[in-house]
C-alpha cells in the first residue's frame, strides 16, 4: 500500500492527535508507525530536558534527524508540531502524503493540561501561547498538507476511519486541500 517513498506523514499543532491518531491508523492499514518526538526521546532523553540543559537548536536538529529517520522507514509517520519549520523537512514532504490534524483552542486545553511541553512552559496562559504557535505555523501546515481533518470533535475514532479511508483512495471523508 505504501512504501518508505510513500509514507502517510501527520502534521499539525501539538495536542491535535497525532501520535494517538497515528498509531490507530498504521494499525488499521497494517503499516509500521514512527513518531519523531518518540525518537528524540529514544536517542537524546526526554524532549524538555533537552530543551533545558542543550536549548532548543538541538532539540531541533535532532528532531530533524528523526524525521530523516522516520520517512525512510515509510508507514505512518508523525512530526513534532515544529519539525515542519525546516525547509528541508519540507522539501523531505513533497513525495509523501501529508495529512494535517488540527483542534480547536477549547479542545486542546484539556488535552495539553499539565503538559511539560517546554513550548507552553512559563508565563500564565499556555492556551494562549498554544494558539499563538499554531497561528505562526498554520501557513505552513496548510500549504504541505494534502488533506485536512479537525480532531474537536466527537470520537478520534471517526478521524481514523476517514483518515484511512483517504488513505485507501475514498476520498469523499474530507474535502482535500
Known amino acids: 500500500m505504501t512504501s518508505p517513498s510513500d509514507a502517510v506523514v501527520l502534521i499539525g499543532p501539538m495536542g491535535a492527535g497525532k501520535t494517538s491518531i497515528g498509531k490507530k491508523v498504521a494499525r488499521a492499514l497494517s503499516l509500521p508507525f514512527f513518531d519523531t518526538d518518540a525518537a528524540v526521546v529514544r536517542d537524546h532523553g526526554p524532549i524538555d530536558q533537552l530543551f533545558v540543559e542543550r536549548g532548543e537548536a538541538q532539540f531541533r536538529a535532532a528532531e530533524r534527524a528523526a524525521v530523516v529517520e522516520g520517512l525512510a522507514s515509510g508507514g505512518v509517520v508523525s512530526l513534532g508540531g515544529g519539525a515542519v519549520l525546516?525547509?528541508?523537512?519540507?522539501?523531505?514532504?513533497?513525495?509523501?502524503?501529508?495529512?494535517?490534524?488540527?483542534v480547536s483552542p477549547r479542545v486542546v486545553a484539556g488535552r495539553v493540561r499539565d503538559s511539560n511541553r517546554p513550548l507552553l512552559q512559563g508565563g500564565d496562559d499556555a492556551i494562549e501561547r498554544w494558539t499563538a504557535i499554531f497561528e505562526e505555523r498554520r501557513p505552513v501546515y496548510e500549504e504541505l498538507a494534502d488533506i485536512t481533518f479537525d480532531t474537536s470533535t466527537g470520537p478520534l475514532q471517526d478521524v481514523v476511519d476517514a483518515l484511512v479511508a483517504w488513505v485507501r483512495g475514498g476520498n469523499d471523508q474530507e474535502d482535500p486541500k
Open 86 to 102: 525546516n525547509p528541508e523537512t519540507r522539501a523531505d514532504l513533497a513525495g509523501h502524503r501529508v495529512v494535517l490534524l488540527t
